[in-house]
């Protein structure tokens, strides 16, 4: 079920000063492949502390139906994956995810403080972006382009143990 009201367009393409972003999907896979390889150590720790892809060996094919999966989620409006490339179009520097916060508790915190989650991973070769900056500048569009009140960032803000905490102390409801 989409997370975004039906009347919103997600841009497929951006162009920022330093980067730019296009739907990630199949037309990507080699370049994505090879900054997924190069870049796996760091990209462990974007998803969660406990977050295992992808696999030291992940091969061509099963990089291209991840893709094909985000390209298809995007399409459906589900959530929104985007790769960062080189100003030029020629290098390919990382990837962004927006998508629904997923939750199996009832009234989840998380669900009522954010209306989504985004995650940024940055090639780890030869690589301009400063993750910091990428991060300040992708959250300046989405503040300004996105109907999204509030997005959280899992691991940059808030931290992984309050993203993780059952109940943040300040949303603790009184005991009558």
């Known amino acids: 079920m989409p997370f975004i009201p039906s009347d919103f367009s997600p841009p497929r393409q951006v162009r920022f000063p330093d980067f730019s972003l296009a739907v990630l999907g199949p037309d990507y896979a080699e370049p994505d492949l090879q900054a997924v390889r190069s870049s796996a150590n760091a990209i462990r720790h974007v998803f969660g502390p406990d977050n295992y892809w992808p696999a030291a060996d992940i091969s061509f094919d099963e990089n291209l139906a991840d893709l094909k999966r985000h390209f298809d989620e995007f399409d459906q409006r589900y959530a929104f994956a985007y790769c960062l490339l080189a100003p030029d179009d ?3 520097l990382g990837c962004l995810y927006l998508k629904p916060i997923k939750s199996r508790q009832e009234n989840d915190w998380r ?3 954010f209306q ?3 995650f940024l ?3 780890a070769s030869d690589n301009p972006l400063s993750a910091d900056q990428t991060v300040a500048a992708l959250q300046d569009w989405l503040a ?4 999204l009140a509030a997005i959280a960032w899992p691991g940059r803000k808030p931290s992984w143990s309050e ?3 059952a109940v943040p102390i300040a ?4 005991i009558e």
């Open 116 to 118: 989504a989650q985004a």
């Open 163 to 165: 993203w993780l905490s």
């Open 90 to 92: 020629q290098r390919y």
């Open 111 to 113: 669900k009522q403080r």
């Open 171 to 174: 949303l603790t409801p009184a």
């Open 121 to 123: 991973w940055l090639n």
């Open 144 to 147: 300004q382009d996105w109907p």
